[in-house]
């Protein structure tokens, strides 16, 4: 369940990354005539890819610390409270 909830979050981030940068790139990626480019066309990729990326990058980064508090915590004898266990 938390990992459904950090991939949800990455998503919302990556999504939001995209916006940013198509504003960012979108004007200099229109042509003098206003239509746009060939680069200009992937813009419309961005948003997907990014959204799937930030929410895979999340749940990576979410397992990494998780598992590197947990190893350090292994020689306490109180419970880590982000163990799952």
Known sequence: MRAIGIGILGLIGGLLLAVILQDLLAPLLIDDTGSASILGKLLGTMMP?????????????DRRRRRNVRDRGSSRSTPDRYDDR
Do not use: E, K, S, Y
Request: charged letters at 0%; a neutral charge.
């Open 49 to 61: 890819a990014f959204g799937i990326v930030g929410a895979g990058l999340a749940i990576w980064i």
